[in-house]
């Protein structure tokens, strides 16, 4: 079956200091990577979708100057988060798109900033 | 402006009724409509989803209801459970090249079912 595996599962970081997520698709061939923040008491905030062959997508309020995103091929794709401070913490989805457009969550990265 | 709006906010009822959650978009573009819940500590994960060409889907206990020309839909739990307590987000996605895969979240209904 399909699945999406994230790592890390929990960080901790300083104020000021960045931190490197990775996102993997296993048992399909992801087209889309999307990368959400779901912050404690909100829901989903899309920060950028990544597609294979085209250009990566920030949506406003993200940038990849703040949330640089590598996505080498269909089953893996990182972000990392830079200068983290503390309106960044929260979980963060990895969003994979298979087939007939049904997307499949990791178990996210949830971070703490300190 | 929210283009994916659900209600209620919360949702309490009692173990074997039916409970409803509404969800109403904007985009018309949207063509893929998919519910997801979330247990506390835990990630998102895909329940059911609908796509336009039917105004009905059903999967065991969970029935989706599409109203395409009101751009409506709604999540019917039948006979609901403890275990079924949980936070229900409707997304919604539209088919058209930059877009696939870029899902847009309602803020959640919480639903809580007491024994």
């Known amino acids: 079956g399909a699945l999406v595996y994230q790592y890390p599962r929990r960080t901790i970081c300083k104020s000021g200091t960045s931190m490197r997520m990775e996102c993997q698709a296993v048992g399909f061939q992801a087209t889309s990577v999307a990368w959400y923040r779901q912050s404690p008491q909100k829901t989903f905030e899309l920060i950028a979708l990544?597609?294979?062959?085209?250009?990566?997508?920030?949506e406003q309020n993200f940038t990849q100057e703040k949330f640089p995103i590598s996505h080498p091929n269909l089953s893996f794709s990182s972000m990392t988060v830079l200068n983290a401070y503390l309106e960044d913490r929260g979980l963060y989805l990895c969003g994979a798109t298979g087939a007939q457009d049904t997307q499949y969550f990791g178990p996210g990265t949830r971070l703490l900033v300190l | 402006q929210q283009q994916v709006r659900q209600s209620p906010q919360s949702l309490t009822v009692w173990e074997g009724e039916t409970a409803i959650l509404n969800c109403s978009y904007e985009?018309?573009?949207?063509?893929?409509f998919p519910w997801y819940w979330q247990f506390p500590r835990e990630s998102p994960a895909l329940l059911i989803a609908i796509r336009p060409v039917s105004n009905k889907k059903e999967d065991g206990r969970f029935t989706i209801f599409f109203n395409k020309r009101e751009k409506k839909l709604s999540l019917h739990i039948t006979d609901s459970q403890p275990g079924d307590s949980a936070t229900y987000f409707c997304?919604?996605?539209?088919?058209?090249?930059?877009?696939?895969?870029?899902?847009?979240f309602g803020h959640g209904t919480i639903l809580r079912v007491h024994p």
């Open positions: 997304a919604a996605s539209a088919r058209t090249g930059a877009n696939t895969g870029k899902l847009t």
């Open positions: 990544s597609t294979v062959n085209s250009a990566i997508k920030y």
């Open positions: 985009d018309s573009t949207f063509d893929y």
